[in-house]
């Protein structure tokens, strides 16, 4: 089994920063993709930016510029740091990995998410 655990969330002013953390633990074998998405009340969750295994990067074009993903493989962790937030940002954030738990095997995970409020 693997768990991926969020961090970093909180209420921050518009035009403000916060850096999310998600740590993966457990029978892991290797990580491939990861993902940070985001699901705002009344709203489908939506893709925020996603890292490949060799550090390739993605962004919509509602977060690119302000928002950067970044992994480092040897702690199993993945980061996203958002800079010049929005009020339209307010949302529970959730990592996601594609976990290798053997050589042949593959699984997706979720965390448990994290709440990011933008508010004066």
């Known amino acids: 089994q693997v768990q991926l655990v969020e961090s970093g969330g909180g209420l921050v002013q518009p035009g403000g920063s916060l850096r999310l953390s998600c740590a993966a633990s457990?029978?892991?074998?290797?990580?491939?993709?990861m993902s940070w998405y985001r699901q705002a009340p009344g709203k489908q969750r939506e893709l925020v930016a996603v890292i490949s295994s060799g550090g390739t990067t993605n962004y919509p074009d509602s977060v690119k510029g302000r928002f950067t993903i970044s992994r480092d493989n040897a702690k199993n962790t993945v980061y996203l740091q958002m800079n010049t937030l929005r009020p339209e940002d307010t949302a529970v954030y959730y990592c996601y990995a594609v976990v290798g738990v053997t050589k042949v095997t593959t699984w997706t995970y979720w965390g448990q998410g994290t709440q990011v409020t933008v508010s004066s």
């Open positions: 457990g029978s892991i074998f290797s990580i491939y993709g």
